[in-house]
Protein backbone atom coordinates (compact mmCIF):
# COMPACT_ATOMS: atom_id res chain seq x y z
CA UNK A 1 0.00 0.00 0.00
CA UNK A 2 1.65 3.12 -0.95
CA UNK A 3 1.05 6.15 1.93
CA UNK A 4 1.14 9.53 1.24
CA UNK A 5 4.12 11.36 2.87
CA UNK A 6 3.72 13.42 5.82
CA UNK A 7 5.47 15.59 8.22
CA UNK A 8 9.04 13.71 10.44
CA UNK A 9 6.81 11.26 13.09
CA UNK A 10 8.18 9.66 15.90
CA UNK A 11 8.00 5.75 15.45
CA UNK A 12 4.73 4.17 15.73
CA UNK A 13 6.14 1.60 18.59
CA UNK A 14 6.73 4.88 21.18
CA UNK A 15 4.58 3.87 24.03
CA UNK A 16 3.19 7.48 24.35
CA UNK A 17 1.03 7.20 21.45
CA UNK A 18 1.69 11.24 21.49
CA UNK A 19 2.67 10.93 17.76
CA UNK A 20 -0.16 9.16 16.22
CA UNK A 21 -2.88 10.98 18.33
CA UNK A 22 -1.58 14.50 17.54
CA UNK A 23 -2.83 13.62 13.57
CA UNK A 24 -6.07 13.59 14.61
CA UNK A 25 -6.94 16.86 14.86
CA UNK A 26 -5.28 17.06 10.93
CA UNK A 27 -7.85 14.50 10.30
CA UNK A 28 -10.94 15.97 11.56
CA UNK A 29 -9.92 19.71 9.55
CA UNK A 30 -9.81 17.23 6.12
CA UNK A 31 -12.46 14.94 6.40
CA UNK A 32 -14.91 17.51 7.61
CA UNK A 33 -13.82 19.98 3.91
CA UNK A 34 -14.18 16.62 2.47
CA UNK A 35 -17.67 15.41 3.88
CA UNK A 36 -19.25 18.78 5.12
CA UNK A 37 -20.25 17.29 8.10
CA UNK A 38 -18.83 17.47 11.78
CA UNK A 39 -20.60 13.47 12.59
CA UNK A 40 -19.45 12.17 9.70
CA UNK A 41 -15.64 13.18 10.21
CA UNK A 42 -15.75 12.21 13.41
CA UNK A 43 -16.89 8.71 12.58
CA UNK A 44 -14.04 8.57 9.78
CA UNK A 45 -11.72 9.19 11.91
CA UNK A 46 -12.31 7.09 14.32
CA UNK A 47 -12.86 3.98 11.41
CA UNK A 48 -9.33 5.09 10.52
CA UNK A 49 -7.90 4.50 14.22
CA UNK A 50 -9.44 1.41 14.70
CA UNK A 51 -7.58 0.30 11.63
CA UNK A 52 -4.69 1.35 12.55
CA UNK A 53 -5.12 -0.51 16.01
CA UNK A 54 -6.35 -3.52 14.32
CA UNK A 55 -2.71 -4.08 12.84
CA UNK A 56 -0.61 -6.14 14.44
CA UNK A 57 2.87 -3.66 16.00
CA UNK A 58 4.95 -5.18 13.14
CA UNK A 59 2.78 -4.41 10.47
CA UNK A 60 2.63 -0.58 12.34
CA UNK A 61 6.38 -0.68 12.68
CA UNK A 62 6.98 -1.41 9.43
CA UNK A 63 4.63 1.96 8.09
CA UNK A 64 7.81 4.78 7.86
CA UNK A 65 5.22 7.97 7.41
CA UNK A 66 2.01 7.23 10.27
CA UNK A 67 0.82 10.29 9.67
CA UNK A 68 1.01 9.40 6.03
CA UNK A 69 -0.71 6.17 6.39
CA UNK A 70 -3.81 7.53 8.21
CA UNK A 71 -4.27 10.87 6.15
CA UNK A 72 -4.97 7.83 3.01
CA UNK A 73 -6.96 6.01 5.08
CA UNK A 74 -9.05 8.59 6.04
CA UNK A 75 -9.26 9.89 2.33
CA UNK A 76 -10.32 6.91 0.93
CA UNK A 77 -13.22 6.14 3.63
CA UNK A 78 -14.63 9.65 2.54
CA UNK A 79 -14.20 8.78 -1.22
CA UNK A 80 -16.33 5.95 -0.58
CA UNK A 81 -18.99 7.92 1.30
CA UNK A 82 -19.14 10.80 -0.81
CA UNK A 83 -19.90 8.08 -3.30
CA UNK A 84 -23.01 6.92 -2.02
CA UNK A 85 -23.50 10.59 -0.45
CA UNK A 86 -25.64 12.09 -3.56
CA UNK A 87 -27.79 8.77 -2.86
CA UNK A 88 -28.70 9.83 0.33
CA UNK A 89 -28.87 13.45 -0.59
CA UNK A 90 -31.60 12.27 -2.81
CA UNK A 91 -33.20 10.83 -0.01
CA UNK A 92 -32.79 13.58 2.53
CA UNK A 93 -36.05 16.06 3.44
CA UNK A 94 -35.47 19.34 1.72
CA UNK A 95 -32.52 21.02 0.57
CA UNK A 96 -28.92 19.35 2.71
CA UNK A 97 -26.79 22.50 3.40
CA UNK A 98 -23.21 21.63 5.12
CA UNK A 99 -23.37 21.40 8.97
CA UNK A 100 -22.06 25.08 10.14
CA UNK A 101 -19.50 25.33 12.35
CA UNK A 102 -19.00 27.84 15.86
CA UNK A 103 -16.11 30.53 15.77
CA UNK A 104 -14.32 28.00 18.53
CA UNK A 105 -14.04 24.95 16.75
CA UNK A 106 -12.80 26.87 13.53
CA UNK A 107 -10.16 23.79 12.57
CA UNK A 108 -7.82 25.65 10.82
CA UNK A 109 -4.47 23.78 10.57
CA UNK A 110 -1.83 23.06 8.01
CA UNK A 111 0.43 20.40 7.42
CA UNK A 112 4.12 21.58 9.06
CA UNK A 113 6.92 21.37 6.75
CA UNK A 114 4.76 20.79 3.73
CA UNK A 115 5.93 21.54 0.09
CA UNK A 116 4.25 24.57 -1.08
CA UNK A 117 3.36 23.46 -4.99
CA UNK A 118 1.46 26.15 -7.40
CA UNK A 119 1.05 28.64 -4.71
CA UNK A 120 -1.11 30.72 -6.98
CA UNK A 121 -3.60 28.18 -7.41
CA UNK A 122 -3.48 27.76 -3.67
CA UNK A 123 -6.89 28.67 -1.81
CA UNK A 124 -6.01 29.51 1.27
CA UNK A 125 -7.60 27.37 4.50
CA UNK A 126 -9.65 30.02 6.37
CA UNK A 127 -11.24 30.69 2.58
CA UNK A 128 -11.79 26.53 2.52
CA UNK A 129 -14.32 26.47 5.73
CA UNK A 130 -16.47 28.91 4.35
CA UNK A 131 -20.44 27.94 3.62
CA UNK A 132 -19.99 29.31 0.00
CA UNK A 133 -16.74 27.31 -0.54
CA UNK A 134 -18.55 24.23 1.11
CA UNK A 135 -21.80 24.25 -0.85
CA UNK A 136 -19.60 24.79 -4.23
CA UNK A 137 -17.80 21.48 -2.98
CA UNK A 138 -21.01 19.59 -2.96
CA UNK A 139 -21.18 19.93 -6.85
CA UNK A 140 -17.98 18.52 -7.44
CA UNK A 141 -17.82 14.66 -8.13
CA UNK A 142 -16.20 12.70 -5.14
CA UNK A 143 -12.88 12.37 -7.07
CA UNK A 144 -12.40 16.15 -8.20
CA UNK A 145 -13.02 17.16 -3.96
CA UNK A 146 -10.76 14.79 -2.67
CA UNK A 147 -7.76 15.69 -4.84
CA UNK A 148 -8.36 19.11 -4.66
CA UNK A 149 -9.15 19.22 -1.27
CA UNK A 150 -5.75 17.22 -0.61
CA UNK A 151 -3.68 19.42 -2.77
CA UNK A 152 -5.29 23.12 -3.31
CA UNK A 153 -5.48 23.28 0.83
CA UNK A 154 -3.46 20.27 2.60
CA UNK A 155 -0.91 20.86 0.13
CA UNK A 156 -0.10 17.25 -0.87
CA UNK A 157 1.69 16.53 -4.08
CA UNK A 158 -0.62 15.24 -7.32
CA UNK A 159 2.07 12.51 -6.21
CA UNK A 160 0.86 11.68 -2.56
CA UNK A 161 -2.35 12.38 -4.10
CA UNK A 162 -2.46 9.83 -7.26
CA UNK A 163 -2.25 6.61 -4.92
CA UNK A 164 -5.32 7.97 -2.51
CA UNK A 165 -7.82 8.85 -5.15
CA UNK A 166 -6.50 6.06 -7.56
CA UNK A 167 -6.26 8.25 -10.56
CA UNK A 168 -2.58 8.90 -12.36
CA UNK A 169 -0.81 12.00 -11.52
CA UNK A 170 -1.83 13.69 -14.60
CA UNK A 171 -5.93 12.85 -13.72
CA UNK A 172 -5.50 14.21 -10.48
CA UNK A 173 -4.39 17.48 -12.12
CA UNK A 174 -7.05 17.90 -13.75
CA UNK A 175 -9.39 17.08 -11.43
CA UNK A 176 -8.11 19.91 -9.18
CA UNK A 177 -7.96 22.00 -12.30
CA UNK A 178 -12.35 21.60 -13.32
CA UNK A 179 -12.65 21.91 -9.01
CA UNK A 180 -10.52 25.10 -9.86
CA UNK A 181 -12.47 26.64 -12.64
CA UNK A 182 -16.06 25.92 -10.45
CA UNK A 183 -15.02 27.40 -7.27
CA UNK A 184 -13.74 30.63 -9.63
CA UNK A 185 -17.10 30.68 -11.66
CA UNK A 186 -19.19 30.80 -8.34
CA UNK A 187 -17.21 33.04 -6.26
CA UNK A 188 -18.09 36.28 -5.05
CA UNK A 189 -15.00 39.43 -5.15
CA UNK A 190 -13.75 39.63 -1.41
CA UNK A 191 -15.40 41.20 0.82
CA UNK A 192 -13.18 43.14 3.72
CA UNK A 193 -14.48 41.10 7.19
CA UNK A 194 -15.36 44.23 8.64
CA UNK A 195 -18.21 45.21 5.50
CA UNK A 196 -19.54 41.80 6.02
CA UNK A 197 -19.92 42.07 9.69
CA UNK A 198 -21.60 45.43 8.67
CA UNK A 199 -24.26 44.08 6.39
CA UNK A 200 -25.16 40.85 8.82
CA UNK A 201 -25.63 43.47 11.57
CA UNK A 202 -27.48 45.51 9.47
CA UNK A 203 -29.90 42.33 7.76
CA UNK A 204 -30.44 41.66 11.67
CA UNK A 205 -31.52 44.73 12.79
CA UNK A 206 -33.95 45.23 9.65
CA UNK A 207 -35.33 41.45 10.62
CA UNK A 208 -35.90 42.50 13.83
CA UNK A 209 -37.88 45.69 12.78
CA UNK A 210 -39.56 43.60 10.06
CA UNK A 211 -38.56 46.34 7.71
CA UNK A 212 -39.35 44.99 4.18
CA UNK A 213 -37.76 47.94 2.29
CA UNK A 214 -34.49 47.44 4.30
CA UNK A 215 -34.39 43.55 3.62
CA UNK A 216 -34.89 44.14 0.39
CA UNK A 217 -32.29 46.92 -0.08
CA UNK A 218 -29.90 44.75 1.51
CA UNK A 219 -30.24 42.13 -0.75
CA UNK A 220 -28.83 41.56 -4.41
CA UNK A 221 -31.96 41.32 -6.37
CA UNK A 222 -31.66 37.62 -7.48
CA UNK A 223 -30.10 36.67 -3.53
CA UNK A 224 -31.50 32.80 -2.71
CA UNK A 225 -32.30 31.70 0.76
CA UNK A 226 -31.79 28.37 1.38
CA UNK A 227 -33.48 26.32 4.33
CA UNK A 228 -32.02 23.02 5.84
CA UNK A 229 -34.68 21.31 8.46
CA UNK A 230 -33.86 17.91 7.50
CA UNK A 231 -37.73 16.74 8.07
CA UNK A 232 -36.60 17.36 11.71
CA UNK A 233 -37.98 20.45 11.85
CA UNK A 234 -40.61 22.90 9.70
CA UNK A 235 -38.39 24.00 6.73
CA UNK A 236 -39.12 25.41 2.77
CA UNK A 237 -38.03 22.79 1.15
CA UNK A 238 -36.89 24.66 -2.23
CA UNK A 239 -34.91 28.05 -1.85
CA UNK A 240 -36.48 30.96 -1.76
CA UNK A 241 -35.40 33.21 -5.19
CA UNK A 242 -34.99 37.16 -5.35
CA UNK A 243 -34.78 39.59 -2.96
CA UNK A 244 -38.26 40.69 -2.19
CA UNK A 245 -39.66 37.35 -1.38
CA UNK A 246 -36.58 36.91 0.54
CA UNK A 247 -37.53 39.68 3.04
CA UNK A 248 -41.19 38.79 3.29
CA UNK A 249 -40.43 35.05 4.11
CA UNK A 250 -37.46 36.62 6.88
CA UNK A 251 -40.52 39.27 8.25
CA UNK A 252 -43.04 36.76 8.19
CA UNK A 253 -41.18 34.52 10.62
CA UNK A 254 -40.76 37.64 13.11
CA UNK A 255 -44.26 37.35 12.71
CA UNK A 256 -44.27 33.54 13.67
CA UNK A 257 -41.47 33.50 16.01
CA UNK A 258 -41.97 36.66 17.80
CA UNK A 259 -39.63 35.60 20.78
CA UNK A 260 -36.29 34.87 18.54
CA UNK A 261 -33.74 36.36 19.79
CA UNK A 262 -30.66 36.91 17.02
CA UNK A 263 -27.28 37.14 18.20
CA UNK A 264 -23.98 37.76 16.39
CA UNK A 265 -21.69 35.38 15.48
CA UNK A 266 -18.81 33.67 13.66
CA UNK A 267 -19.92 30.92 11.28
CA UNK A 268 -17.66 29.22 9.59
CA UNK A 269 -14.65 31.60 9.55
CA UNK A 270 -17.69 34.71 8.72
CA UNK A 271 -20.03 36.62 10.41
CA UNK A 272 -23.21 34.90 10.83
CA UNK A 273 -26.10 34.81 12.89
CA UNK A 274 -27.68 32.62 15.36
CA UNK A 275 -31.56 32.43 16.40
CA UNK A 276 -31.86 31.65 19.91
CA UNK A 277 -34.93 29.96 21.77
CA UNK A 278 -35.47 30.25 25.26
CA UNK A 279 -31.64 30.84 24.78
CA UNK A 280 -30.89 27.40 22.69
CA UNK A 281 -30.24 28.02 19.27
CA UNK A 282 -32.69 26.78 16.76
CA UNK A 283 -30.88 28.13 13.45
CA UNK A 284 -27.58 28.98 12.19
CA UNK A 285 -27.36 31.93 9.28
CA UNK A 286 -24.39 31.74 7.02
CA UNK A 287 -24.09 34.38 4.38
CA UNK A 288 -22.69 34.83 1.48
CA UNK A 289 -21.95 38.66 0.67
CA UNK A 290 -21.01 40.61 -2.54
CA UNK A 291 -20.03 44.12 -2.41
CA UNK A 292 -22.69 45.47 0.15
CA UNK A 293 -25.26 42.99 -1.10
CA UNK A 294 -26.37 39.77 0.27
CA UNK A 295 -26.18 36.88 -2.29
CA UNK A 296 -27.26 33.73 -0.49
CA UNK A 297 -28.50 32.91 3.19
CA UNK A 298 -28.18 29.39 4.23
CA UNK A 299 -30.30 29.02 7.44
CA UNK A 300 -29.35 25.79 9.17
CA UNK A 301 -32.22 23.90 11.20
CA UNK A 302 -32.04 20.55 11.27
CA UNK A 303 -31.14 19.96 15.47
CA UNK A 304 -28.43 17.26 14.57
CA UNK A 305 -26.45 20.05 12.60
CA UNK A 306 -26.20 22.44 15.92
CA UNK A 307 -25.10 20.03 18.33
CA UNK A 308 -21.95 21.86 18.21
CA UNK A 309 -23.85 25.49 18.95
CA UNK A 310 -26.20 23.67 21.62
CA UNK A 311 -22.86 22.36 23.31
CA UNK A 312 -20.80 25.18 23.18
Not at 9 to 15: A, I, L, S, V
Not at 36 to 57: L, N
Not at 152 to 164: G, K, N, T
Request: with cysteine; hydrophobic share 45%.
Amino acid sequence: MTHASGAKHTRPDDPSLSAIMSERRQLINLTYRLLGSVTEAEDVVQETYTRWYAMTPQQREAIESPGGWLTTVASRICLDLLGSARARRERYVGEWVPEPLPGRTEWISGRPGAAVVDPADRVTLDESINMAFLVVLERMTPAERVAFILHDVFRYSFAEVAPIVGRTEAACRQLASSARRRLRASQSEAVPAARRADTVRAFKAAWEAKDIEALIGLLAPDATATGDGGGLVQAVLRPIEGAEAIAWFFAGRRDAVPDLTLVESMVNGQPGLVAQLDGVPVSVLAFDIAGDRIKQIWSVLNPDKLRLWRDS
